[in-house]
């Protein structure tokens, strides 16, 4: 069983950081790739970083390359998602995900096939 429980989000100004982080209570994380997605008001939700159960392949939405920054931490079951140069469009509630094939079926950017979700943490980030 995967739970998902994500942190770290908050308030932060153009241009700050701001790291969230997914924790998982179950016995299999190392068995799954995980996901970052993110859902502002009225929109759909969106694919933002990706990573191998691994941890040696990494997948990032091009409007985040070069800022963004996902990793995991397999012995404490946590990916984390560092945020640098925050622009106010980066405003949304921010999902981490668990997949069982999707680097597998290169489907990494799919929500669809993103098995497990956490409730989301939110990220304001003001102009």
């Known amino acids: 069983q995967v739970r998902l429980v994500e942190s770290g989000g908050g308030l932060v100004q153009t241009g700050g950081s701001l790291r969230l982080s997914c924790a998982d209570s179950?016995?299999?994380?190392?068995?799954?790739?995980m996901g970052w997605f993110r859902q502002a008001p009225g929109n759909e939700r969106l694919f933002v970083a990706a990573?191998?159960?691994?941890?040696?392949?990494?997948y990032y939405a091009d409007s985040v390359k070069g800022r963004f920054t996902i990793s995991r931490d397999n012995a404490k079951n946590t990916v984390s998602l560092q945020m640098n140069s925050l622009k106010p469009e980066d405003t949304a509630l921010y999902y981490c995900?668990?997949?069982?094939?999707?680097?597998?079926?290169?489907?990494?950017?799919?929500?669809?096939?993103?098995?497990?979700w956490g409730q989301g943490t939110q990220v304001t980030v003001s102009s």
């Open positions: 995900a668990a997949s069982v094939a999707a680097f597998r079926t290169t489907s990494q950017t799919m929500a669809s096939m993103y098995n497990y």
């Open positions: 990573i191998s159960s691994s941890g040696g392949s990494t």
């Open positions: 179950g016995r299999t994380f190392n068995n799954y790739d």
